[in-house]
């Protein structure tokens, strides 16, 4: 056996694992061992270790790969925690290395002696101080094997002493566990396809679980005359034109989604846990398809749960039904639906409030931007809405977010980890201003490891999602607005391109510089700094248009408050009327 630091060990068994990229901020000895093995594996230098824990958890959510993020002792430990509860909610593979004071100071109140092992063990995942060096690279094993088996993190903590001392390490080949793919009985597919049939109103509810099965999706959707409505982390994996997709539901959602699950009679659940199936009317049926079976009943009493891969199940169910079913009443008046809000997004792109240019106008130009091989960045909050909603998806685009945390400062950190995995795919990121002005230090990384990500920032002056949801319940926006730096200003002193965009010849304007600067080659990464209006984005989330559950004032009250006219946005229900 070879003779090594440990810190050289540690770094080749990350490097038997095709681990390319490490994200953090240098200290301490752990980081002696990745100098001295820089070309197996790759430090990345962040500005702020919450970056770097948030970088981590974006690359493996876009390559299924672990993510791996390291850090100091205290403080620096402390920082990663926002990307280490991102992974653990979003059910993603992750590994955490901290340092720790030396052996002999633990527990004795010394400077930055801090209980490490007890923060992390609330994570209820492989969390483990080594306390010998000779157990550094079998540790990072086994926490490696265990986050790829549970897709959560882990967490290793080493004592600073030891991560220098001389052990023998050879690397051991790696195993990787085959899945068993779970498929259900062909009773199950009978009886999922007759409840199917025997619905009226069937939807198709898609999750993250159906992200290699995207043409079944679709295929499933044709063959049984379903519109479909996708949770917000899945919005990626159905093609944006399709005429059966009808977007998002809920407050990241659209009209058509929303009055499709309200009218529904039986809701196909694929690969999602959807947590506002608990709001949904209380007669909805479901059929319930997912691979944890821990998932199955969580958020609504189902009449069918089937525990199988989702990609395999739909091709079973499709397997019962040869023919297409006639295109239902139901699924002509939600595409006429989805056609009238498509129509609405229009004019919002249209529209100038106030003289001021709409985040819908924004995101339309940069749709200029998009390749199919782009690869989106989204921070939290309303800029999320908007980017659901606007941007395209189905010609190879991919999308990464934080799902279930809700992270802000999520889309510049992923845009350094798209440019790190996908070097040759064009990355764009999509922020608001309070999210941006979190991570905005780390455009510098951007700069610095010549990453040309396009970030788009729409700058609206305040906290816009928390001040609709406060306006909702008739509270003020009291500490929710703020003031902002000329973004595009700042970006330019860091080294990035910076283009400010205040009004359509400004747009037009910065569009075209970003296509030159593109086309040059050059690798500075952009930052768009669009000055927007503070309108909030339709709120989808309640949407008091159904004649036969609100009176007619209550939904003129609706439609005057948001400028939905019933000529140009009738109800869904209103439309099947009329197709009789």
């Known amino acids: ?87 653990k909610m979003d059910h993603t593979p992750m590994l955490v290395i901290i340092s720790n004071v030396a052996t002999g100071m633990i527990n004795t109140h010394y400077l930055q002696d801090m209980d490490e092992d007890e923060l992390f063990s609330s994570l209820d995942t492989f969390h483990r101080q080594v306390s010998d060096a000779r157990q550094i690279p079998q540790t990072i094993r086994a926490a490696i094997q265990s986050a790829y088996e549970n897709q959560a993190p882990s967490v290793v903590i080493i004592p600073d002493d030891l991560a220098n001392q001389t052990i023998e390490y050879d690397a051991l080949p790696i195993q990787h566990q085959t899945r068993q793919v779970l498929k259900g009985s062909k009773e199950q597919a009978v009886a999922t396809a007759s409840l199917i049939k025997q619905a009226k109103r069937p939807v198709m509810l898609i999750g993250n679980g159906v992200r290699h099965a995207q043409d079944e999706v679709v295929e499933f959707s044709k063959r049984f005359s379903l519109p479909v409505v996708v949770t917000a982390p899945a919005v990626g994996y159905l093609p944006s034109n399709f005429e059966n997709n009808m977007g998002p539901q809920g407050e990241i959602g ?18 999602t846990s959807y947590p506002f199936m608990r709001f949904m009317p209380s007669d909805i049926k479901t059929v319930q398809i997912n691979c944890d079976g821990e998932a199955l009943g969580e958020q609504f009493p189902a009449i069918q749960m089937v525990q199988a891969d989702a990609k395999t199940y739909l091709k079973q169910v499709l397997d019962q039904q040869n023919e297409p079913l006639p295109v239902s009443k139901f699924l002509r008046a939600c595409q006429q639906a989805r056609v009238n809000w498509l129509h609405y997004l229009d004019a919002r792109v249209a529209a100038r409030p106030d003289g001021l240019l709409t985040p819908e106008a924004v995101l339309r130009a940069a749709n200029e931007l998009v390749t199919p091989d782009t690869v989106y960045g989204l921070d939290i909050g309303n800029n999320t809405v908007w980017s659901t909603r606007m941007l395209p998806f189905g010609d190879g685009q991919t999308m990464t977010m934080s799902s279930w945390l809700g992270a802000m400062g999520y889309a510049v950190s992923a845009g350094i980890a798209a440019k790190m995995s996908y070097p040759n795919k064009r990355v764009l990121t999509v922020s608001g201003d309070g999210g941006f002005s ?71 304007h910065a569009i075209a510089a970003v296509k030159e600067h593109l086309a040059s080659g050059s690798d500075r990464p952009v930052v768009l700094d669009a000055v927007v209006t503070d309108e909030a984005p339709l709120n989808t989330t309640s949407m008091k248009l159904d004649p036969d559950k609100y009176s007619d004032k209550m939904i003129g009250q609706f439609r005057a408050k948001y400028q939905l006219d019933s000529d140009h946005y009738p109800a869904l229900r209103s439309i099947m009327n009329d197709l009789d």
């Open 438 to 508: 979190m991570v905005v230090q780390d455009i510098l990384t951007q700069v610095q490891y010549h990453l040309p990500v396009i970030n788009i920032v729409l700058e609206n002056g305040g906290y816009g999602f928390i001040r609709q949801e406060k306006a909702m319940t008739g509270q003020s926006d009291y500490a929710l607005k703020f003031m902002n730096a000329n973004w595009a200003g700042v970006a330019e002193n860091m080294g990035a391109v910076g283009l400010r965009v205040t009004d359509d010849a400004s747009l037009k």
């Open 254 to 271: 659209t009209q058509p989604a929303y009055e499709a699950m309200h009218m529904a009679d039986l809701v196909i659940m694929v690969g």
């Open 1 to 87: 056996m070879a003779q090594m630091k440990a810190s050289q060990a540690l770094v080749k068994e990350l490097s038997n694992w095709q681990i390319k990229h490490v994200y953090g901020i240098p200290a301490d000895s752990l980081i002696d061992g990745f100098a001295a093995e820089h070309d197996l594996v790759r430090y990345i230098q962040v500005r702020h270790e919450e970056v770097g824990a948030l970088a981590a958890v974006a690359e493996a959510k876009l390559t299924g790969k672990i993510g791996v993020a390291m850090a100091s002792v205290g403080p620096g430990a402390l920082h990663l925690l926002y990307g280490l509860y991102d992974a």
